[in-house]
């Protein structure tokens, strides 16, 4: 399926001048950065309510989960898309048996698929579905990040709670405290993870020895995805259609808006070796990658 033709890139935002929120972990920073978005492709507006994109760069293909709102909750309608790195759709329903995909982590020739109340392990080469692990409690399971070790860690949006899951065994490795936060998205680091929530709009990290908490920074809007860009700075997503960048120092950026044209920016991935930014619209139906520029 050939994706929709891009005839003229647009160039889609900002410069630091425009930025709003402040970096709280590093506080006012006179550095400035200049950093805009390029969008390269949309795809054709087959995918159906697209929550979350993974890259998978060893194997060429990025994963997409679809929620599939248009169908009944819980009727196992859900379903992963593949799409190559060229915008064109590989393989419409390459899973499926789904009830609600959110995000996905990888690790080995696994992939782990948030579902509600389960992680789902799927083979990658086979596409099958080899393993599913309850989460009690009503979760509403959301974000996946995988470990070095394996270990998968998805957000509970409903319970303010990380979990870990590994061989099988589900534990509770962090719990917030404030109450109603809805955590959302993951990003673990090898001496932190890293979480943005959707109704505190609160991007922070949580140490793994001590557990503290560290606010990197706020009013991320409808917090949804993280992604690295591999110098120390970070992109998020507002889900409601807004696209942030946060330096290390310095204010936090507003690369894109779209919520006047309501256009969502879901569960973001990130291929640093390309600067390449992938965005699934979610009711648009369609997955956009941006080349992010940085001056």
Same mark, same amino acid.
């Given at each position: ?15 630091? *001048? ?44 990025? &994963? ?14 859900? &379903? ?24 996905? *982590?990888? $690790? ?10 389960? /992680? ?18 009503? +979760? ?16 509970? &949006? ?9 061989? *099988? ?13 809805? $955590?959302? *998205? ?56 807004? /696209? ?35 965005? +699934? ?15």
């Amino acid at each position: 399926m050939k994706h929709l033709a891009i005839c003229i890139a647009a160039i889609i935002l900002v410069s630091c *001048g425009s930025s709003q929120n402040k970096n709280k972990a590093q506080g006012n920073d006179e550095t400035k950065i200049n950093v805009k978005l390029e969008m390269l492709w949309e795809t054709a507006p087959l995918l159906r309510t697209p929550e979350s994109v993974l890259a998978d760069k060893s194997r060429g293909v990025l &994963y997409v989960s679809n929620m599939n709102r248009d169908a009944e909750v819980n009727s196992a309608s859900g &379903y992963i898309s593949k799409v190559g790195m060229d915008g064109n759709i590989v393989e419409l329903k390459w899973v499926e048996g789904l009830n609600g995909p959110k995000g996905m *982590g990888l $690790f080995g020739n696994n992939l782990f698929v948030s579902d509600f109340d389960e /992680i789902v392990k799927i083979d990658i080469e086979s596409g099958k579905i080899v393993e599913r692990t309850k989460i009690e409690g009503n +979760p509403n399971l959301n974000d996946v990040t995988v470990g070095s070790d394996g270990s998968v860690y998805v957000t509970g &949006y409903d319970t303010d709670i990380i979990y870990r899951v590994k061989d *099988g065994v589900v534990e509770s490795v962090f719990t917030g405290t404030q109450g109603g936060e809805n $955590f959302n *998205g993951l990003l673990w680091e090898k001496d932190r993870i890293l979480l943005i929530t959707s109704s505190s709009s609160i991007f922070k990290s949580i140490d793994w020895d001590t557990f503290k908490v560290t606010v990197l920074a706020e009013e991320m809007g409808h917090g949804d995805g993280i992604a690295s860009v591999g110098n120390g700075d970070y992109i998020t997503s507002d889900w409601r259609g807004r /696209i942030f960048y946060i330096p290390s120092k310095g204010e936090t950026i507003t690369l894109l808006d779209t919520r006047e044209q309501e256009i969502n920016t879901a569960d973001i991935d990130y291929i640093i070796e390309s600067n390449t930014l992938f965005v +699934p619209t979610f009711y648009k139906n369609t997955l956009r990658a941006y080349k992010v520029i940085i001056e």
